[in-house]
């Protein structure tokens, strides 16, 4: 008898064990892009590509799309704080040419715009680490759209 309900305990234990899925590259992106927008109380949009985007100021001049050149102030960080990019004086890009949380996000700011954009690793690096930052890293930019050109 004990061994039966020693089987039957294992076979249960075991059961829901194998049920539990593991928890997705997404998943943890998106846990750590919440705690961090309610850490800082930011007001974010999702985007649903897992891209977050923060509107402080939406910008009065032209609009521009992912195809379009942009000149873009900005600082990337981690969510640690640790900046690994910036620059104060923009720089010009090809929105086609840059990682896809820019691709996407940029074109939700007109001319004079500014705001964050909250970047899962996804769309930008993804598994690889690239400088001083590391692999499966959560981005977080402030960004300024100076120019669509």
Same mark, same amino acid.
């Given at each position: 008898?004990? *061994? ?10 075991? #059961? ?12 943890? $992106? $998106? *846990? ?6 309610? $850490? ?5 949009t ?6 977050y ?7 009065? #001049? ?17 969510t640690? #704080?640790?900046?690994?990019?910036? /620059? ?16 996407? #996000? ?19 690096y ?5 400088? /001083?930052?590391p ?15």
């Open positions: 008898m004990k *061994r039966n309900q020693l089987l039957f305990i294992l076979f249960i234990f075991v #059961g829901i064990t194998a049920c539990k899925k593991k928890e997705t590259q997404a998943q943890i $992106d $998106d *846990r750590i892009i919440q705690d961090y927008i309610s $850490d800082n109380q930011l007001n974010a999702a985007t649903g590509s897992g891209l985007v923060v509107v402080s100021q939406p910008g009065t #001049g032209a609009a521009c799309n992912s195809y379009s050149d942009v000149k873009v102030k900005y600082t990337g960080y981690l640690d #704080g640790a900046v690994f990019d910036q /620059s104060t004086d923009g720089i010009t890009v090809n929105l086609q040419q840059v990682i896809k949380g820019w691709t996407e #996000g940029i074109p939700y700011f007109k001319e004079g715009g500014s705001g964050k954009l909250l970047i899962p690793s996804e769309l930008g993804g598994s690889q680490a690239v400088g /001083s930052i692999a499966n890293s959560v981005l977080i930019f402030d960004v300024e759209l100076i120019d669509v050109l």
